[in-house]
């Protein structure tokens, strides 16, 4: 069973940083293909960010390319997300997920793909 749990959120202003930590407790991280979504007040859960568990390949929302990165330490059990150039509309609950992937170099997108979620972490971005 993978536990997550986010944390780094928080108050910014437009053009700051913040950076996001997503740790899992009771298993290893490695073979799990792993993603950051968020939702914005009155808004659907989107996918913001994917990365593959054998060779890290990336993918990034338009929304959000060249301003957030996302990283993995399996060594650490923790998944990152480092986020420049906040604007208001960044505001949103943010969540880590995972989904085994043993076999597949693959990142996923979709909210079914994922097996495991994290409790969210509020970001409220203000002008």
């Known amino acids: 069973q993978v536990q997550l749990v986010e944390s780094g959120g928080g108050l910014a202003q437009t053009g700051d940083s913040l950076r996001l930590s997503c740790a899992s407790s009771?298993?290893?991280?490695?073979?799990?293909?792993m993603g950051w979504f968020r939702q914005a007040p009155g808004k659907e859960r989107e996918v913001v960010a994917a990365i593959s568990w054998i060779d890290g390949r990336t993918w990034y929302a338009d929304s959000v390319k060249g301003r957030f990165a996302i990283s993995r330490d399996d060594a650490k059990v923790t998944l990152f997300l480092q986020m420049n150039g906040l604007n208001p509309e960044d505001t949103a609950v943010y969540y880590c997920a995972a989904t085994y992937s043993r076999y597949s170099n693959d990142y996923y997108l979709k909210e079914e793909d994922y097996d495991y979620w994290g409790q969210g972490t509020q970001v409220t971005v203000s002008s």
């Open positions: 009771g298993r290893t991280i490695t073979s799990y293909a």
